[in-house]
């Protein structure tokens, strides 16, 4: 952060999150990363089914998804996850069958639009249900910040060091997978 923000944007970001409402946001978004919130949205999916949200509160949610890039941000961490997987498998496979870094993303990146098309469903109803408690016009000034100068700045450096510490994990995982399944071969 201190590399893309100034002192006044990470001060106008602070102002934020110290706010009542920014601190609101971070509650509820808190609550639902838990691992119980899996089996609470989908009950909550299930009572979209007979009462639906307005049309104009889909609107203002999905004005948040673009402006925290939260689908963009999803899609990233189910690619990294798949590129992980792939270089795994790949990895274990005898060198001359093996593809590169390189080529296998390019492969995975085939896949990207319907990876987003799904993820921007799935995360329109997460932020159904995290934000249910607020209102539209809090939506409305969550929204303002996130598309502000410091906003922009918060979310797009908070996303860039999330995905650049995921695809590394990834990688270190995948590596280590390959490193067993290798293992696994040569004592088979």
């Known amino acids: 952060m201190t590399e893309s923000m100034t002192v006044k944007d990470i001060n106008k970001t602070l102002k934020w999150l110290d706010s009542p409402l920014g601190k609101k946001c ?10 119980e919130t899996l ?33 963009e941000t999803n899609v990233e ?17 005898p060198m001359e ?30 932020t159904l249900y995290t934000y249910q ?3 539209n016009a809090e939506l409305e000034k969550y929204i ?14 908070t996303i860039s060091g999330f995905k650049k510490a995921l695809l590394d994990g990834s990688l270190n995982w995948g590596e280590s997978i390959a490193d067993i399944l290798n293992q696994s071969k040569h004592q088979s």
């Not at 961490?77 to 496979?93: E, W």
């Not at 593809?99 to 995360?123: V, W």
């Not at 303002?144 to 450096?157: D, I, L, P």
């Open 26 to 35: 971070t509650r509820l978004e808190e609550a639902a990363s838990t691992p």
């Open 39 to 71: 089996s609470e949205v989908q009950k909550f999916a299930a009572q979209l089914q007979q009462a639906p949200p307005a049309a104009d509160r889909l609107d203002i949610l999905r004005r948040l998804d673009a402006a925290v890039k939260a689908t």
């Open 77 to 93: 961490i189910t690619m990294n996850a798949q590129l992980a997987v792939a270089f795994a498998v790949v990895k274990s496979l």
């Open 97 to 126: 069958q093996q593809g590169s870094l390189e080529g296998i993303t390019k492969q995975l990146e085939k896949t990207r639009p319907q990876l987003e098309a799904a993820m921007r469903s799935q995360t329109l109803l997460f």
């Open 133 to 135: 408690d607020l209102t």
């Open 144 to 157: 303002q910040f996130a598309t502000s100068s410091a906003g922009t700045k918060f979310h797009v450096a």
